[in-house]
């Protein structure tokens, strides 16, 4: 018996030191497994830390060899060119409208008691959006009003626009603010009222482009009397897009080699505002940008220059003749006849009115004789282009200076000719609206415009500054903002487009204010072209 009891305790300890020994070897390898899991943990987390710096470096030297003088956002995935003609989609655009009035008053020769809203608001934005959308863009409304919107106004508008098109409305949008009060004897007094300050309402599409401003591609803000169509809207971006392959070829700084256009093997080099043709910079380049001119057509031109006090200088040398290039008025300025059909237009209205011939249309914003002319790099589409005023550049650092040839150049006349201020208010050329794609609207606004583009902004949050400073686009342009630099092609089959009509018609009324026949205006132009491409040398290029 004793025996088998120690066979069966051997037994057990033999059993024992087995299952020691295996659970040794477990052991082992667990604290082997543990090691190497440990060790491969440390081993990710160094060449994840590697690859971040090594990433980290290289994007370094990309900004450090791709780095240039002027201020770019980066550029946003549908602006790789050509962005806009991507026909599957459509660039979006953002058309809004400001309405300070939806009955006429009678001032500033206005019609007393016209129902502005339905007959001058409705039939332009619904005309102008059925031709943009015509031209394979989407399009959706923002419209601003000083009075409440009703729902019939709500249903009407809705009613007259196309289908699809999406419709927001912020109306009673007048901001409120101090006013300082003015007593009987006309000077102010210590009193301050809160009140709507009438002249801010042109401020508030900012607002609505800072909150939309990655929303959208194109934004198109004018005021509610001015006509712009597919054919406007197709140019400008267009001619942004060709300002952009120019700028990317462009070299940084000017080349020196560009001489004097009277004797280019003796003179010394130009000053940079004689400059006017030769290679651009980025940063001359960066500075340009599609300008308008308002246009009307004249309603009764019998009347029209009768008492008339101003009349603009006539730059047709003894010696013209009249090109028979005839100007165009169907990109600008025919409307659709579905106007008079819903009885928007009162049947007596002319047909020249609405659809207007170029020999009835007539500028005012501008002269001439203010104007100055460039011609564009020779890998341009461009060619010539007018200069408009706005922008005094002989106080602009020399970099940003685009020169130009000016009209008056060679022309004779009794009294000596100088050129006008270009900061004058006759000349600056108030459009009535702008429109800028989101990419440049936050590269003015983070470059050119020092932040105040878009809000917030300085002197009250802008309460102070009048209508044609934010609505008119003269805040991109002046010499204390964006000082930007706006171009109208000279080409004859472009230069209609960046004409916009004032389809109201009511500055012929003043006759205060000097008007000029568009196509008389493009003939002098054109002279002045001929005239300064014979003073370039053949060496220029």
């Known amino acids: 018996m004793n025996n088998i009891y120690s066979k069966i305790q051997i037994k057990c300890n033999e059993i024992r030191q087995q299952h020691r020994q295996i659970r040794r070897k477990y052991d082992d390898h667990t604290r082997f497994e543990d090691q190497r899991f440990v060790w491969l943990v440390l081993l990710f987390i160094l060449v994840t830390m590697a690859v971040i710096f090594v990433a980290a470096v290289l994007l370094l030297v990309s900004k450090h060899l791709t780095r ?3 201020t770019e956002p980066p550029l946003p995935q549908y602006m790789t060119p050509p962005w806009w003609f991507n026909v599957q989609r459509g660039p979006k655009i953002l058309y809004i409208v400001t309405s300070a009035a939806d009955i006429d008053s009678g001032q500033r020769n206005t019609v007393l008691g016209r129902d502005r809203f339905r007959q001058v608001l409705i039939p332009v934005l619904s005309d102008g959006v059925e031709s943009i959308l015509g031209f394979g863009f989407q399009v959706d409304v923002y419209l601003i009003t000083h009075y409440i919107m009703g729902q019939d106004k709500r249903d009407l508008l809705r009613r007259e626009l196309p289908r699809g098109v999406g419709i927001e409305i912020w109306d009673d949008a007048t901001p409120l603010g101090y006013k300082v009060d003015v007593g009987e004897n006309g000077e102010a007094t210590d009193a301050q009222k809160i009140q709507a300050i009438h002249n801010a309402l042109s401020r508030q599409h900012r607002l609505v482009i800072k909150d939309k401003l990655f ?49 280019p093997q003796q003179q010394p080099l130009m000053a940079p505002l004689d400059q006017y043709y030769g290679n651009l910079t980025k940063i001359q380049l960066a500075r340009m940008v599609p300008g308008f001119i308002r246009v009307e057509s004249i309603v009764k031109p019998q009347e029209f220059w009768e008492g008339r006090k101003e009349r603009p200088i006539s730059l047709h040398r003894n010696n013209i003749r009249k090109w028979n290039i005839p100007i165009s008025a169907v990109p600008c300025c025919q409307r659709s006849c579905k106007m008079l059909a819903d009885h928007t237009i009162p049947d007596h209205y002319p047909e020249h009115v609405y659809k207007p011939q170029i020999k009835d249309l007539y500028l005012w914003e501008t ?103 934010w609505s008119g686009g003269l805040s991109l342009v002046g010499m204390n903002t964006c000082q930007l630099q706006r171009i109208v092609s000279l080409n004859p089959r472009d230069f209609a487009k960046h004409l916009v009509y004032h389809t109201t018609n009511n500055k012929q009324m003043s006759k205060n204010l000097a008007f000029t026949n568009v196509q008389d205006f493009w003939e002098e132009m054109y002279s002045v072209q001929l005239e300064a491409e014979a003073s370039i040398p053949d060496l220029a290029f």
């Open 215 to 263: 929303y959208y591609d194109l934004f198109v803000s004018f005021e509610d009397d001015m006509y712009i169509n597919g054919h406007i809207v197709r140019h400008y971006l267009q001619m942004t897009e060709e300002l952009q392959r120019l700028k990317k070829l462009a070299p940084m700084k000017q080349s020196t080699s560009t001489l004097s256009a009277n004797d």
């Open 367 to 469: 002269q001439t004789i203010a104007l100055g002319l460039h011609k564009m790099p020779e890998a341009s589409t461009l060619d010539w282009i007018i200069l408009q005023r706005g922008v005094d550049q002989q106080y602009l650092p020399r970099e940003k200076m685009i020169g130009e040839y000016w009209t008056g150049t060679n022309f004779t006349s009794i009294k000596p000719l100088e050129r006008p201020n270009p900061t004058h208010p006759k000349y600056i050329n108030n459009q009535g609206g702008w429109m800028g794609t989101s990419y440049q609207i936050f590269a003015w606004h983070r470059g050119h415009c020092k932040g105040q583009l878009l809000p917030p902004f300085d002197d009250m949050d802008g309460l102070k500054s009048n209508v044609e400073y």
């Open 68 to 70: 240039t003088t002027e």
